[in-house]
């Protein structure tokens, strides 16, 4: 499943990948391959989900967001 979101480690809004690694969960940043651990509780796509509606409400402050459509697209706000 891909996303939008800002990583934390290049401060960039990007695109994440969930990849899961037996019983774990890391979000992937495909721009600087950030790895994090997220907790997959049954409700981690309905937050992502939640998340990529934010980020759309935010492309009308922020068009460059909307630019986000594959695995290695960042942009700096």
């Known amino acids: 499943m891909l996303f939008r979101n800002k990583c ?7 695109i994440f990948e969930l990849k899961t ?4 969960t890391f979000k992937v940043c495909t721009h600087c391959m ?3 651990e997220v907790v997959n509780d049954g409700q981690l796509e309905v937050r ?3 998340g990529e509606n934010d980020v759309k ?3 009308g402050h922020f068009p460059a967001l909307s630019q ?3 695995r290695g697209d960042h942009v700096k706000l």
């Open 8 to 14: 934390a480690a290049c401060d960039f809004w990007t």
């Open 21 to 24: 690694e037996g019983d774990k």
């Open 34 to 36: 950030d790895q994090t």
């Open 48 to 50: 992502i989900r939640d």
């Open 57 to 59: 409400a935010l492309e």
């Open 68 to 70: 986000l459509k594959n």
